[in-house]
Every structure is written in structure tokens, then in C-alpha cells.
């Protein structure tokens, strides 16, 4: 009887303990980017939301943008956006970006539950420079694709959103199949990385360094030429071994 009803103590205190450990996970969204301001607008007309962000990252860690959600509409019957500034774990600026309708997961965000962010240090700018810089663009499947370069960086000058479609770049090189749009880019390490758009996707080009200027894609930029990029080739190397 004494051993029945220590085990059941015992039992119980482990349950108290695990649910603790899972309420604090829950909470505190130990994500590597450290959030130093929010932005909810366009790029012309756009306030700060921070301590609303705030707020709706205490009771939900997920929420849809709009301007319900954000208490606010700095640009009426425009489409907006919530920009996200934080500082990654290499100590640079990054931007992460919600169009109006996206849901928003504080899950990569450090101490997202528990606010402990916001305090500055943003950099005022609301385009932020990406980190990668573009060496190629191919459209297509891995058996027909094509070089569409030129093509994106004329449709970058004009839009920073572009949607993937063989009608948006002219061209079907395998028609009748599923198509991707893969960008291959050099990071900060100095390593290939690729990006993959399937038909329907928008591109943001906020990650890549020059978007809107078209200085990427040079004679000076080159791509290895693999479909499936160096990284992605490098660890299936690396699972075979």
C-alpha cells in the first residue's frame, strides 16, 4: 500500500515537471534571431508595432497580420506588410517579412513568449540589405531547364515580389511537367546555396544582396552548374557515407 502510493506521488511530480518544461518551451520561442524592431506598413507610409508585437507574442505564438491584428492601418486600401528586424547569431541585421493574410510563428525568434526584445538598435532602414548575393537563375525541371538571369534581374528592377510561372519569364522548357524556379547564391561563408520556387510561389527578394539594383548574375559570379547546388549535393554525400 505505501509503495502504491509513493509510486503515484512520484508519478505525479514527474507529470507537474514535464509540463512545466513544456509551458516554458511554449513560451519562450528560444529561436537564434534576437527581434530589434517590428515594422507594420509599406515602405513609404509604415509605423512601429513593436510593443504591439509584443503583446500578441504573450497570448499566441502564431497570428495572422493584418491591420486587426496590428491595431493600426498606416496606408489604407494598400496591401502592407510586417517587417520583422533581428539580429541574427553572425551578428548581422536580418528582415523577415509577413504580407497581410501570412501567419506568423515566433518559433525562430529568441524569447519571443516572454518579450524580451525590442529594446533598439534596428538600423532605421526598411529595406535591408540580403546576405546573398546571385550567381545564376534557372527555370524548369532537372531534365529541361533554362537560364532565366537576365530575365529576373529586368523583372527585379521593377517589382521586389515576383510570382514563379512559365508565363512570367516567356518560356515553357518542359511543358506539361511541374517547374521550378532555383536560384543559386553565394552566402556569407562564401559557400553555393540553393533557392527553390515552385510555379505559384512569390520570391522576395529582400534575402538577396542588389536585388532591385540587377548587380548579381555577372560574368564574375559563377555557378557550378549542378541542378541540385553544392550544399544539397554535399550532405547527400554526406548521409551516403
Known sequence: ???????????????????????????????????????????????DVTHRLKELARHDRTF????????????EGRQKALRIYARGPNGQEHMFEYL?????????????????????????????????????????????????????K????????????????HVDPDEGHAKVLRIYARGPNG?????????GDMIDGGRFRGWGRGEWGNDNDHWSGRWEGEEREERERDRQR
Not at 533598439?120 to 525541371?141: D, K, M, P
Not at 559557400?191 to 510555379?199: I, N, T
Request: charged share 25%.
Open 154 to 169: 529586368e523583372m527585379a528592377r521593377r517589382d521586389v515580389r515576383i510570382w514563379v510561372d512559365f508565363r512570367t519569364f
Open 100 to 152: 497581410d493574410g501570412s501567419v506568423v510563428d515566433g518559433g525562430m525568434f529568441r524569447a519571443w513568449g516572454r518579450g524580451e526584445w525590442g529594446d533598439g538598435g534596428w538600423s532605421g532602414n526598411w529595406n535591408v540589405e540580403g546576405e546573398f548575393v546571385i550567381l545564376s537563375a534557372q527555370y524548369g525541371s532537372e531534365r529541361h531547364h533554362v537560364d532565366v538571369t537576365n530575365q529576373l
Open 64 to 75: 495572422r497580420v493584418s491591420h486587426d491584428s496590428m491595431n493600426v492601418d498606416p496606408a
Open 191 to 199: 559557400r553555393e546555396r540553393m533557392f527553390e520556387y515552385r510555379d
Open 1 to 47: 500500500m505505501l509503495k502504491t502510493w509513493f509510486t503515484t506521488l512520484l508519478l505525479m511530480a514527474l507529470s507537474l515537471l514535464l509540463l512545466g518544461a513544456v509551458a516554458a518551451q511554449g513560451q519562450g520561442g528560444e529561436g537564434e534571431y534576437l527581434i530589434l524592431s517590428a515594422q507594420y506598413g509599406t515602405e513609404h507610409h509604415h509605423v
